[in-house]
């Protein structure tokens, strides 16, 4: 029978081991000694714990509540996540509603990713976050966040800002590996750039992107130009000045999916009839339109296709890309596209039939959490 303790793992089992063999087969001796406990091995500092990432490492910054295509994009990185092809390290809000993070929460909770970080943008920039040009405006992630499961704070005062979030989530991240997907307005990237060293990262904000980002992928950026493009101007609560500072000095690859090249491409519609009541995507798309069966362009949903595949997949090619042009900025916030191509600006062409791309967004967003 003592032959078993050659399968003991450590000495110190294989001690108490054989102390009780031998009791077994003599008379009773002195009380089995405990063998000295080995000296624990010399502390090295612990290595930043980097998460183990599948596909397309994302940090989604995003309007929650001005528009309902924010949801459905963010189901659609859960929806990739759950396949292998995307990893959510983390969301930051780009309006400063202090409900963004709780809403945004509540749609992790849902697809069984309740701890992913989150942050909010500072300097109370969209305060209160609803679709403001619609009648009457309902404020959806302040219903999400009453209605549904999630463990985050409304109080702002209890939300990283979105600042700190970029630079711990980068700090943890191998070099030139993550993907910025900004799909609203740009004060957290420009707030990013111009970020100073800290606990997380001895390197100032530049550096780090420069360091450890891919690509930024912008939704955003009407070709040819606008004089009121939402997220280069800034919506109701106007200030060009961060898009500006972003187009002008971003220091990675940043990938354009204009708006309007997703636009007659229409998510949510069959959500209602598909997924049950207490899928919060649902209730948001129909929050947000006051009644079931509607839908919206697919502006953000194509930036995370984007993101995740590049510009083919399955279903053929999605996007071709343009470099011949850069896109700039006035300070009065009118956009261009101009010649020549400046190394940095990619803008994304739609190839693949609004129908098929349609279908695509549908299927994503449809499909039930893998690990609810
Ligand atoms: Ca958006």
Redesign the pocket.
């Known amino acids: 029978m003592c032959l078993t303790s050659k399968y003991a793992l450590s000495l110190a089992a294989t001690l108490v081991f054989l102390t009780a063999c031998n009791n077994t087969s003599g008379p009773p001796t002195d009380p089995p000694t405990v063998p000295e406990t080995p000296a624990p091995p010399p502390q090295t500092p612990e290595e930043p714990s980097v998460p183990e990432v599948e596909g397309a490492a994302i940090i989604y910054d995003?309007?929650f509540g001005?528009?309902v295509?924010?949801v459905g994009?963010l189901a659609m990185i859960h929806v990739l996540a759950d396949r292998g092809e995307a990893t959510l390290l983390g969301v930051v809000s780009n309006v400063s509603d202090p409900y963004a993070p709780a809403a945004i929460d509540v749609i992790n909770t849902y697809y069984g990713r309740p701890d992913i970080p989150i942050g909010l943008a500072e300097g109370g920039f969209y305060e209160e976050a609803y679709p403001y040009w619609r009648d009457p405006d309902p404020r959806y992630i302040k219903d999400l966040a009453e209605d549904f499961p999630h463990d985050t704070s409304v109080n702002p005062a209890d939300i990283p800002t979105a600042v700190e979030t970029y630079r711990k989530l980068l700090a943890a991240q191998p070099d030139g590996s993550v993907t910025v997907v900004s799909?609203?307005f740009m004060q957290n990237l420009s707030g990013l750039m111009a970020s100073s060293p800290d606990e997380h990262s001895v390197l100032g904000g530049m550096a780090l992107v420069r360091q450890k980002v891919k690509e930024l992928v912008i939704?955003g950026g009407e070709y040819p130009g606008s004089t009121n493009d939402l997220?280069l101007v800034g919506g109701r609560e106007m200030d060009p000045s961060y898009a500006a500072d972003v187009l002008e000095n971003w220091p990675t690859k940043t990938v354009f999916n204009t708006g309007l090249e997703c636009e007659g491409i229409v998510n949510g519609q069959t959500l209602a009839d598909t997924t049950p009541e207490s899928n919060p995507v649902r209730a948001a798309y129909t929050m947000f339109f006051g009644k079931e069966g509607e839908g919206r362009p697919s502006?953000?949903l194509c930036s995370v296709l984007y993101t995740a595949r590049g510009t083919s997949g399955p279903e053929g090619t999605y996007f071709t890309t343009r470099t011949d042009e850069h896109l700039t900025l006035s300070d009065a916030g009118v956009s261009r596209w101009v010649e020549p191509g400046d190394g940095r600006h990619v803008r994304l062409v739609r190839v693949l039939d609004e129908e098929v791309m349609e279908a695509m967004f549908e299927g994503f967003i449809t499909t039930p959490p893998a690990n609810p």
């Open positions: 995003t309007d001005l528009d295509d924010d994009a799909v609203g939704m997220y502006w953000d």
